[in-house]
């Protein structure tokens, strides 16, 4: 009888991070999750994209590379082998091996390095990216983690003590980028929402539009990657809700309490409650990134205007040039 070699079996090891601490809440994000939105899968990927964009950016990655996006803090992680890594977003305090680093530029790690987050008093999400992606399987075309439908990242789930995110081992040296202070965005506790309004406007009497755009709303302590509930005044609608239908991200919800829901990434793909308007794509970044009574307010644009936003912000990402670090 021939014996099997169990060990020949076994799939190779793969050397990444070790979770030592997991922190309040970290995911691993690529871009989205597209073209799934029929089988009843939301989008996932980064709540601020511009700050994802620019993580990879710094690493030489490609757009969709997986990255891990940190909130609230307190993620510790352990190298196995040498890399490159880079974080951007909210000014978290970032550390390797207990030195205070800058974020918006990469560094070179070794194998042994422990790399921590602090707790930022400022802004809810960073993002740290590392040379060539985290070698995470594609689960219906994406790595994006939706905890809600257990799907992407780890086995569906928020990162672990004693996790591995497995990257791939760096075989020479890259120079190290940086992306200059003019360049960086900035992060406050306030925000102003540039929306397009919905076809369902109507259902909304001229009085009603006006007091929302005139309103200054806060961020109340229901917020998370699936919307963001607001407390501000009372708006309504002439409908207390409507045939249940697909969902946008950025979707203003008017439930019957009056009071704004605005939806992200891990948002249902379909409700039922009247939307005044849609929050553009460029803005969810950054109410994204805001906590527990910030303050919020709206300002109508049309879709003309949004279409110029977009497109302009395209233009000068790709246009704007990182610097070598000395």
């Known amino acids: 009888m021939t014996k099997i070699n169990s060990k ?23 871009a989205g999750r597209f073209g799934a939105n029929n089988i009843g899968l939301t989008n996932g990927g980064p709540i601020d994209m511009p700050a994802f964009y620019w993580a990879n950016r710094l690493c030489n990655n490609t757009i969709n590379s997986s990255v891990i996006e940190v909130s609230i803090g307190g993620l510790v992680l352990i190298a196995q082998s040498d890399s490159q890594i ?26 042994g390095d422990i790399v921590a987050f602090g707790f930022s008093s400022i802004g809810v999400r960073c993002y740290l990216a590392v040379k060539g992606g985290f070698d995470i399987p594609l689960s219906f075309g994406s790595t994006s983690t939706v905890c809600r439908e257990r799907i992407g990242g780890l086995s569906g789930n928020k990162l672990q003590t004693n996790d591995i995110v497995p990257y791939n081992v760096l075989t020479q040296s890259n120079s190290q980028l940086i992306l200059a202070e003019k360049d960086q965005p900035t992060y406050s506790n306030e925000a102003v929402l540039r929306t397009v309004s919905s076809y369902q406007q109507h259902h909304f009497q001229s009085a009603q539009q006006n007091l929302f755009y005139t309103s200054e709303y806060s961020v109340t302590k229901h917020y998370d990657r699936m919307g963001y509930r607001l407390n501000g005044p009372t708006v309504k609608a002439d409908i207390n809700g409507i045939l249940s239908e697909g969902i946008c991200h950025g979707a203003i919800q008017i439930p019957s309490d009056g009071q704004p829901i605005v939806l992200l990434n891990d948002r249902q793909t379909i409700g039922g409650y009247p939307k005044i308007g849609a929050v553009i794509a460029l803005d969810t970044a950054k109410l994204g990134q805001l906590s527990q009574g910030a303050k919020v307010h709206f300002t109508k644009i049309s879709i003309d205007k949004a279409h110029e936003l977009f497109h302009s912000n395209h233009k000068l990402l790709s246009q704007t040039k990182l610097i070598p670090c000395d």
């Open 8 to 30: 020949k079996n076994k799939p190779p090891i793969k050397l990444g991070f070790l979770v030592k601490k997991p922190g309040m809440l970290s995911l691993i994000q690529d």
């Open 86 to 111: 880079a974080v951007t977003g909210a000014p978290f305090p970032l550390t390797i091996n207990g030195q205070a680093k800058e974020l918006w530029r990469s560094y070179s790690i070794k194998a």
